[in-house]
């Protein structure tokens, strides 16, 4: 298994630019979620998906889309990037999400996006 | 929303156990307390969880309190490679973490 990718894994933007930021997981897992690293802090959860077709909003969704048309594939969609979105990106995975046991969540190795 | 509080950092010397402490007391009756630690410029990744019962791996200890307020993981004898920030998370919410130095 390659648990969690991600692509790119660096990335240079515009102020006003869009992009995609992929991840993929090949466990079957049905929950899947992105978060933002700034420098120096904790992970900041931004969108999360509990299955193809359902997305929900985490703590700071503004600015960013996501989509989940399959099991594998939860893709994060800057609209319009600005400075404040300059962060690592990490993607994660998990069998679950309720708080349970198989909430173990596999995080990829992550996107480091700089926008100017 | 659940939360945990831990220290900003921690020291300890090579070969010695390493007790980090994290509080939850808005922890709800079912969640699972899990821990994750990052090591410079990767990922999180799982360490260990819990729900009641003290848990160990080949990785660390998990010794959670009766109450269930407050947990703590034990690294039996820390290594360089130890080195990390080190999260106590219930859910998805992730604080600050404690980074834990190593001292050779």
């Known amino acids: 298994n390659a648990g969690v990718t991600q692509t790119p894994k660096f990335q240079v933007l515009k102020t006003g630019q869009s992009m995609t930021l992929q991840c993929a997981q090949d466990?079957?897992?049905?929950?899947m979620s992105w978060y933002r690293q700034d420098p120096g802090m904790g992970l900041r959860l931004i969108h999360y998906s509990v299955g193809a077709g359902i997305t929900d909003q985490g703590e700071v969704p503004n600015g960013y889309n996501v989509s989940r048309s399959t099991t594998e594939d939860f893709p994060l969609r800057l609209l319009s990037a600005a400075p404040s979105q300059t962060s690592v990106y990490f993607c994660a995975s998990s069998y679950s999400h309720s708080g349970m046991s198989t909430d173990t969540q596999y995080f990829g190795p992550g996107t480091r996006l700089t926008v100017l | 929303d659940a939360k945990t509080t831990q220290p900003n950092s921690m020291e300890s010397n090579e070969e010695e156990p390493v007790h980090l402490p994290c509080n939850h007391s808005t922890i709800s009756g079912t969640d699972y307390i899990h821990w994750y630690r990052q090591l410079p410029s990767q990922g999180p990744e799982y360490v260990i969880h819990?729900?009641?019962s003290n848990v160990n791996n080949r990785m660390a200890s998990l010794a959670i309190a009766e109450d269930r307020k407050s947990s703590t993981l034990i690294l039996h004898r820390a290594t360089l490679r130890d080195a990390a920030v080190y999260y106590c998370?219930?859910?998805?919410?992730f604080g600050t973490g404690t980074r834990l130095k190593v001292l050779a």
């Open positions: 466990m079957n897992h049905e929950y």
């Open positions: 998370i219930l859910k998805y919410i």
């Open positions: 819990g729900l009641t």
